[in-house]
């Protein structure tokens, strides 16, 4: 069984599996790399423990508290917080800010990703936050301007969180100036970098992913 119960100083972003059914087990693996501190929400915990991985945090339904304490003696030292289950993902970003995490990464599924999102934007003050789908990768910006360095083809959804947000994109396939649409989608015409301004951050940049 792998295990990532070490010291850690909180540079790594965190990772929460709020809903972990359809994601590539490949891309998890992926992001577990580096020893992140790991919360799983109850949906994902036989899934997530399957594959042989350590737990630091589980979250669970109040009436089956005891019933994963059992399930969970392998998992030691793991700790295992009851709650009202519409509140896994708001008391798990809790526990992380609580412990002094700035960074989290989020897996959730399609379904639930802009519910996911709407909740998220009442932390982007205290924490720097990406959201995986099976399909998709939801970066949160903070400032105007973002800069990358992307390979030809990159396809990317640009989201304003602001009805007033104007966007200028260059090293598109177009590039464009003074954009007020809500949401852009945007494709790299080739490798090189890219550069976002949104007059109103923060917003989102989503890119497809191919696994």
Same mark, same amino acid.
């Given at each position: =069984?792998s295990?990532?119960?070490?010291? *850690? %100083? +909180? +540079?790594e972003? /965190?990772l929460? !599996?709020?809903r972990? %059914?359809?994601? #590539?087990v490949?891309?998890?693996? &992926?992001?577990?790399? $580096?020893s992140?501190t790991? @919360?799983?929400?109850e949906?994902? @915990?036989?899934?997530?423990?399957s594959?042989?991985?350590?737990? %630091?945090?589980? =979250?669970?339904?109040?009436n089956?508290?005891e019933s $994963?304490?059992? *399930?969970?003696d392998?998992?030691?030292p793991?700790?295992?917080i &009851?709650? %009202?289950?519409s509140?896994?993902? =708001?008391t798990?970003l809790?526990?992380?800010q609580?412990e002094?995490? *700035?960074a989290?990464?989020i897996?959730?599924?399609? &379904?639930s990703?802009f519910?996911?999102?709407q909740?998220l934007t009442? $932390?982007l003050?205290q924490?720097?936050?990406?959201?995986f789908t099976?399909k +998709?990768?939801f970066l949160?910006?903070?400032?105007?301007?973002f800069?990358k $360095?992307? #390979?030809a083809?990159?396809? !990317?959804?640009? =989201? &304003?969180l602001?009805?007033?947000s *104007?966007?200028?994109?260059?090293?598109?396939?177009?590039?464009?100036? /003074?954009?007020?649409d +809500?949401?852009?989608?945007?494709v790299? /015409?080739k490798?090189g970098e890219a550069?976002?301004?949104?007059?109103?951050?923060p917003?989102l940049?989503?890119e497809d992913l191919?696994?």
């Amino acid at each position: =069984m792998s295990s990532h119960h070490i010291v *850690r %100083d +909180q +540079q790594e972003p /965190a990772l929460i !599996l709020h809903r972990l %059914d359809s994601f #590539p087990v490949s891309h998890l693996h &992926a992001l577990l790399e $580096w020893s992140p501190t790991v @919360i799983c929400c109850e949906p994902g @915990i036989d899934k997530y423990t399957s594959l042989g991985h350590k737990l %630091d945090f589980a =979250m669970v339904s109040l009436n089956r508290f005891e019933s $994963w304490k059992g *399930r969970l003696d392998n998992q030691q030292p793991v700790k295992i917080i &009851a709650i %009202d289950d519409s509140h896994f993902l =708001m008391t798990g970003l809790t526990v992380l800010q609580k412990e002094g995490h *700035r960074a989290v990464n989020i897996i959730t599924d399609e &379904a639930s990703v802009f519910d996911v999102i709407q909740l998220l934007t009442q $932390w982007l003050n205290q924490l720097d936050l990406v959201v995986f789908t099976e399909k +998709q990768k939801f970066l949160f910006v903070k400032n105007e301007t973002f800069k990358k $360095w992307l #390979p030809a083809g990159t396809r !990317l959804t640009l =989201m &304003a969180l602001s009805e007033d947000s *104007r966007w200028d994109v260059v090293g598109f396939q177009e590039d464009v100036k /003074a954009s007020h649409d +809500q949401e852009l989608e945007v494709v790299k /015409a080739k490798e090189g970098e890219a550069e976002i301004h949104c007059s109103h951050p923060p917003y989102l940049v989503v890119e497809d992913l191919d696994y």
